[in-house]
T-cell receptor
Framework: DGGITQSPKYLFRKEGQNVTLSCEQNLNHDAMYWYRQDPGQGLRLIYYSQIVNDFQKGDIAEGYSVSREKKESFPLTVTSAQKNPTAFYLC?????????????FGPGTRLLVL | DAKTTQPNSMESNEEEPVHLPCNHSTISGTDYIHWYRQLPSQGPEYVIHGLTSNVNNRMASLAIAEDRKSSTLILHRATLRDAAVYYCILRDDRGSTLGRLYFGRGTQLTVWP
């Protein structure tokens, strides 16, 4: 059963703590993306990766970091530098990054600050 | 980023057709028109996309104006499961925007039984 999995579903972060959100896909897609969604808003791009071992900053990359060591995996770390991390985080992938390609989204991780 | 304009909300009755409009007057010749929808607390789901010609799939139809400055997503018979936020998105491959989806606030569709 192919798709994108994100874990955990809910994540709590203490002040000053780094946390890592997992994103795994078994669709054999080259491109992967991380988005952030705040209540009542659309999605905003944090980071994206067009191919393994390569990634670029999106529109709101400050306070976040990523890695792409394997094709299937694109973890997102929310660092202590991100002052307002409470949000719904969505991972997506597409076969290629081209404009005609569909992006497939995971179920999301909701991050809350304690 | 190319901009789209959608109504904040629309309502429909179950089993009636729904026409969701989107204006994109600054669209370029290479921009694809994509539609996604998002149910509460879930990730967005692809609905349909097109470039110039009208498109049909099992979920919906996409009608694109001849000048491409507007498009309409058509749900032929709305069901309660179609209640969601619908996003109209333009995508291009120019330089740094490769692969990006720019989400606005979308249209909240309410379906009444």
């Amino acid at each position: 059963d192919g798709g994108i999995t994100q874990s955990p579903k809910y994540l709590f972060r203490k002040e000053g703590q780094n946390v890592t959100l997992s994103c795994e896909q078994n669709l054999n897609h080259d491109a992967m993306y991380w988005y952030r969604q705040d209540p009542g808003q659309g999605l905003r791009l944090i980071y994206y990766s067009q191919i393994v071992n390569d990634f670029q900053k999106g529109d709101i990359a400050e306070g976040y970091s990523v890695s792409r060591e394997k094709k299937e995996s694109f973890p997102l770390t929310v660092t202590s530098a991100q002052k307002n991390p409470t949000a719904f985080y969505l991972c997506a992938s597409s076969m290629t990054p081209l404009r005609s390609e569909t992006q497939y989204f995971g179920p999301g991780t909701r991050l809350l600050v304690l | 980023d190319a901009k789209t304009t959608q109504p904040n909300s629309m309502e429909s009755n179950e089993e009636e057709p729904v026409h969701l409009p989107c204006n994109h007057s600054t669209i370029s010749g290479t921009d694809y028109i994509h539609w996604y929808r998002q149910l509460p607390s879930q990730g967005p789901e692809y609905v349909i996309h097109g470039l110039t010609s009208n498109v049909n799939n099992r979920m919906a139809s996409l009608a694109i104006a001849e000048d491409r400055k507007s498009s309409t997503l058509i749900l032929h018979r709305a069901t309660l499961r179609d209640a969601a936020v619908y996003y109209c998105i333009l995508r291009d491959d120019r330089g740094s925007t490769l692969g990006r989806l720019y989400f606005g606030r979308g249209t909240q569709l309410t379906v009444w039984p």
